[in-house]
Nanobody, 115 residues
Framework: QVQLVESGGGWVQPGGSLRLSCARSGSVWPYDVLGWYRQAPGKQREPVATMSSGGVPVYTDSVKGRFTISRDNAKNTVTLQMNSLKPEDTAVYYC?????????WGQGTQVTVSS
């Protein structure tokens, strides 16, 4: 089992920045694929950014050039730096781990972008 705890959500004006962090604990495996998903009201959960154990990031088109995912295997954390935020980025953001024995989710953190 893996436990994931997100932090760093909140409210920000359009054009602003937020940094989300996710701390992993429990059965941490170095080959985990780490990622961030989001779910806006009335919409399906969608992937935002993922990073393999080799450090290769993959972003959904709508956040390319604005969001950066990073991972620190020594600290068992994954972060999402979000810049130039737009109202359409408003959603609950979830930390995600994909590994050999399944997938795991954090509890989610709300990000609200509005003026």
């Amino acid at each position: 089992q893996v436990q994931l705890v997100e932090s760093g959500g909140g409210w920000v004006q359009p054009g602003g920045s937020l940094r989300l962090s996710c701390a992993r604990s429990g059965s941490v495996w170095p080959y985990d694929v780490l990622g961030w998903y989001r779910q806006a009201p009335g919409k399906q959960r969608e992937p935002v950014a993922t990073m393999s154990s080799g450090g290769v990031p993959v972003y959904t088109d709508s956040v390319k050039g604005r969001f950066t995912i990073s991972r620190d295997n020594a600290k068992n954390t994954v972060t999402l730096q979000m810049n130039s935020l737009k109202p359409e980025d408003t959603a609950v953001y979830y930390c995600h781990v994909l590994r050999y024995d399944g997938q795991f989710w954090g509890q989610g953190t709300q990000v609200t972008v509005s003026s």
